[in-house]
C-alpha cells in the first residue's frame, strides 16, 4: 500500500456546530504527514471554511444555498473528487454522508467509505421534514458503508435502534484543544472587565443555540429560585439566535428569569476567551450526543453542571453535577451547593475538571484514533483497487 493516506471529507457545511468544530480540530491537528485531507463541503461557507480548507490539500465548496453560484462548481464535482485520489470518502452528517455515498458510488467506486453521524435521535420530530427522511435513507445507505463512526454511544444504540448498520460502527469521542482552551487569570479578568462583571458576582454561562430541544427555559427557572437566596448572579448566554432582538426569548427571560441580571451575547466566535470568565456553565438540553461545550469549558477549569442526556456523564466524570431533563430545582440546588463552597474548595474542582480532559479527551490522543482507522480502511481500499486491476 502507498505510504500516502488521501482522505476526502464530505460535510454538510462548515458552519458553527459541533460537527464541523470537531473536523476542523482532525484536520488541524493531525500532524502525520501520511494523511493528507480533502474537503468538499455542500453548502454555507461558514466561520470555519476559510481556516479548515486552509489546512487541506484541496477544497471546494459547492454552495448549493446560493444556486447561480453553485452550477459551476457542480461541473466541478466529478474532477475534484477523483483528483483526490481518495483512499477514503468520510461523510459528516446525515446529508454530508449521503453526499459522499453518492460520491464513492459515481467517481470512486474502491475508496472506502466512512459515515460520521454525530447526533442523538430522542425525537425525530425536532428535526426538519427533508433531514427526517435523509435520517432514514441514511439506514439504508449505512449498510454500504464500510464504518459508521459516532461520537457517543447513546447516538450509536440509537441509531443502530433505527436500522442503521452495526457490524461496522464505533464510537470515536470528541477531542479537545488543551492549549487553546486553558484557564488563564488575564483572560479572565479581561472579558469580565469587558462584560462589566463585578469580581463579587458568580457567573454562570450557557453556550447554545436557540433552539426548543436546547431548554433555556429550564436555566431560567433555575435561576429564578437561586436569586431568592442568592441575588449576585450574572447569567451571560451565547449562542446563534440568543441576542436581544430574539422575542421569543426575551418573553422566556421576563416569564421565568426572575429578575437576574441575563445578558444575551448571540454568537461568540472566540469561547476560548469566554469560558475562563465563567464560575459555571449550565448544559440544559434535552438531547445531545457528545456536546463539545462541555469538554471545552472543562478544558478552562469551568465546572458544570448539566442534563444527564448522551454521553454527558462519560465527559463530566466526577467533576460536575447531573440534573435530570427539565429538573430546574435540582440544577437550582446543584448551583447553589457549588455557590457556597469557599475559595480553596471551588479551586480544586476547577482544577479535577481540567485534568478530566486532559486525561481523557485531548485532541490528540482522538486524532491517533482516526488516524489509525484511516490506515486501515486506506489497506482495504488499496486490496480493492489491485483486486480490480487483475
Known amino acids: 500500500m502507498s505510504t500516502q493516506i488521501n482522505v476526502l471529507h464530505v460535510s ?19 500532524r502525520t504527514v501520511s494523511v493528507r485531507h480533502h474537503l468538499l463541503a455542500l453548502s454555507y461557507e461558514g466561520p470555519l471554511w476559510s481556516s479548515t480548507s486552509a489546512a487541506c490539500a484541496s477544497s471546494l465548496n459547492l454552495l448549493l444555498n446560493r444556486r447561480m453560484r453553485s452550477l459551476p462548481r457542480l461541473a466541478q464535482l466529478g474532477d475534484f473528487v477523483r483528483s483526490t485520489r481518495a483512499n477514503v470518502i468520510h461523510g459528516w452528517m446525515y446529508h454530508g454522508n449521503f453526499a459522499a455515498s453518492w460520491c464513492r458510488r459515481s467517481f470512486a467506486r474502491s475508496s472506502a467509505l466512512i459515515f460520521g453521524i454525530r447526533q442523538s435521535l430522542y425525537d425525530l420530530q425536532h428535526e426538519r421534514f427533508l433531514t427526517r427522511a435523509v ?24 441509531h443502530t435502534a433505527m436500522g442503521y448498520a452495526n457490524g461496522t460502527s464505533r464510537v470515536i469521542a470528541n477531542g479537545f484543544e488543551i492549549d487553546r482552551f486553558r484557564p488563564d487569570a488575564g483572560i479572565r479578568a479581561a472579558t469580565r472587565a469587558r462584560l462589566s462583571i463585578d469580581d463579587s458576582e458568580f457567573v454562570i454561562g450557557v453556550v447554545a443555540r436557540f433552539h426548543p430541544v436546547k431548554d433555556h427555559a429550564m436555566l431560567l ?10 441575588r449576585n448572579i450574572r447569567v451571560l448566554i451565547a449562542g446563534p439566535g440568543c441576542t436581544p432582538d430574539n422575542t421569543e426569548l426575551r418573553e422566556q427571560i421576563s416569564r421565568y428569569g426572575g429578575g437576574a441580571r441575563i445578558e444575551l451575547l448571540g454568537a461568540w466566535h472566540e469561547t476560548e476567551r469566554l469560558y475562563p470568565a465563567l464560575d459555571a456553565l449550565c448544559l440544559t438540553s434535552k438531547a445531545e450526543g457528545f456536546p463539545n461545550v462541555v469538554g471545552e469549558a472543562m478544558s478552562c477549569g469551568v465546572v458544570c453542571f448539566c442534563t444527564e442526556v448522551g454521553d454527558v456523564p462519560r465527559i463530566i466524570g466526577d467533576t460536575g453535577f447531573l440534573n435530570a431533563v427539565g429538573d430546574s430545582e435540582s440544577l437550582a440546588s446543584h448551583l447553589l451547593t ?8 471551588k479551586l480544586e474542582a476547577s482544577k479535577r475538571a481540567r485534568s478530566r480532559i486532559v486525561e481523557c479527551f485531548a485532541i490528540e490522543t482522538v486524532v491517533d484514533e482516526y488516524v489509525q482507522m484511516y490506515a486501515s480502511l486506506a489497506e482495504m481500499s488499496e486490496r480493492v483497487r489491485d483486486h480490480r486491476k487483475v
Open 12 to 30: 454538510t457545511g462548515m458552519g458553527e456546530g459541533g460537527a464541523e468544530g470537531m473536523l476542523a480540530r482532525l484536520i488541524q491537528n493531525t
Open 221 to 230: 427557572r433555575a435561576v429564578a429560585t437561586m436569586t431568592r437566596e442568592h
Open 135 to 158: 435520517i432514514r435513507k441514511g439506514a439504508v445507505y449505512s449498510h454500504a458503508a464500510d464504518a459508521i463512526v459516532y461520537n457517543s454511544s447513546v447516538s450509536q444504540a440509537q
Open 338 to 345: 457549588f455557590v457556597r463552597l469557599g475559595a480553596p474548595a
